[in-house]
């Protein structure tokens, strides 16, 4: 079986004799018209009239897109935006883009133009956010939970706020997109930090929004700063339009979320021996803080002390300066456990969330990234399929698992290794 791998595949051999269970993205109608679609969606917006009738000749208009860890679709929706602002009497040197990074590297000049298209590019001033310079921040105020709101001031300070972006699960937040664009898309951070903390309390996890601490906190966060239009997507793994919403950052946000559960939750499959899930190539697998989103996926059909396979090219490194320093400083889940609860840390947090699941299960690590490296993370090196499939085997033996065709003992009473293949990990959920 060929897997996503960066932008290219790799091939897995499996024997003939394993049990084999493949978590396939289940067929979903896509928008025949897709630019139909847009222009339904800004037409007939939920919540609010069309932002034709929102915005004002004059007015200072942010839009906030996403960077290159999550595909948006924006080349195929911001032409039309622009559109729609210039038919309400608004220039397009009266607009401009920030790039909503939250805690990621800033987007380069020409990955830019990459996203969101040159013809956009060349029509609009376009910024990337820094959650570090706080010259360029301003506070808002403070959530219930305490959460102190810094904001881009580039955007706090424009006359309207476009939301934009795509819409999957979560693994804590529930699911992106939405107010996401803003928190933490813009935020400073410490407004990132003190709401991704709220992670470790009861109630924050994939497909929910009320009652999730932080998904409720960043709404909150987001309402200080106001939003007066949004348009999210929903995608297959090849990028086609699935759905497209616009209007109320709540309202419109919550119909993508339901859509995107019917798409890409409800999957059953395992209890596995072996996991083997590919983040879905790039960008999901662009390093290692992003891919864990699909071990954590993989993680809900692994039996306890199975192995799971993770196929993640990385070619973008670890992703986080802290999350190397953190498990290098901390080298035990219990030692991550007690300093993670002392002082909640952006990347320390990634390296916590990763020990959770390797603590449970060998985790081999299919990458670019060097074998030293690859083991200081708490995983088992690999460069080929081949190298992944006998590091996994062997960890199956030592535990005792169930290895059918590896030990002759279990063959003799029949039994096989079960395996499960997820070949978008980062996108199909097990969830009901």
């Excluded at 996401?180 to 009861?202: D, Q, S």
Aim: with cysteine.
């Amino acid at each position: 079986m060929e897997l996503r791998y960066g932008a290219g595949t790799v091939r897995f051999e499996l024997p003939p004799e394993w049990e084999v269970e493949e978590v396939a993205f289940r067929h979903y109608p896509v928008e025949a018209d897709p630019v139909g679609a847009i222009r339904r969606a800004l037409a007939e917006p939920l919540g609010t009239p069309p932002l034709s009738q929102i915005v004002r000749a004059g007015e200072r208009v942010c839009i906030l897109v996403n960077d290159s860890t999550r595909k948006a679709r924006s080349e195929l929706f911001l032409p039309l935006v622009l559109e729609e602002l210039n038919r309400a009497g608004v220039r397009d040197e009266d607009v401009f883009l920030v790039f909503a990074t939250g805690s990621h590297r800033q987007v380069g000049r020409e990955e830019m133009a990459t996203l969101v298209g040159r013809e956009v590019a060349a029509r609009v001033a376009m910024f990337s956010h820094d959650c570090h310079d706080a010259g360029l921040l301003t506070f808002l105020g403070t959530t219930s939970r305490g959460t102190p709101v810094y904001i881009n001031s580039r955007v706090v300070e424009a006359d309207r706020r476009i939301l934009t972006g795509s819409v999957v699960h979560h693994w804590f937040a529930g699911f992106g997109g939405g107010r996401k664009a803003l928190v933490p898309g813009v935020a400073g951070y410490e407004t990132i930090r003190r709401n991704h903390a709220l992670m470790l309390e009861p109630g924050c996890r994939a497909g929910v929004l009320d009652g999730n601490p932080a998904a409720e906190d960043m709404m909150e966060a987001a309402r200080l700063v106001g939003a007066d239009f949004l348009v999210n997507t929903v995608l297959n793994p090849e990028g086609d339009v699935l759905g497209v919403f616009a209007g109320d950052m709540d309202l419109a946000h919550r119909e993508a979320c339901r859509l995107a559960h019917r798409a890409f939750a409800g999957y059953r499959a395992g209890p596995a021996d072996l996991v083997i899930a590919s983040c879905g190539g790039w960008p999901k697998d662009i390093n290692v803080y992003q891919s864990h989103k699909a071990l954590e996926n993989a993680a809900l059909v692994c039996r306890p002390g199975g192995v799971i396979i993770l196929v993640a090219e990385c070619r973008e490194g670890i992703g986080s300066d802290r999350y190397w320093e953190w498990v290098q400083k901390y080298p035990t889940l219990p030692e991550l456990e007690r300093a993670i609860r002392e002082e909640f840390v952006l990347g320390g947090h990634k390296a916590w969330a990763v020990a959770r699941i390797t603590a449970r299960h060998p985790v081999v690590l299919l990458s670019s990234l060097d074998a030293a490296t690859v083991s200081r993370l708490g995983f088992l090196p690999a460069s080929t399929p081949e190298e992944a499939l006998a590091a996994a085997l062997r960890h199956l033996q030592d535990t005792g698992g169930a290895a059918g065709g590896v030990r002759a003992a279990e063959r003799a009473r029949g039994e096989r290794v079960r395996v499960v293949v997820m070949p978008l990990a980062g996108l199909t959920v097990p969830l009901a």
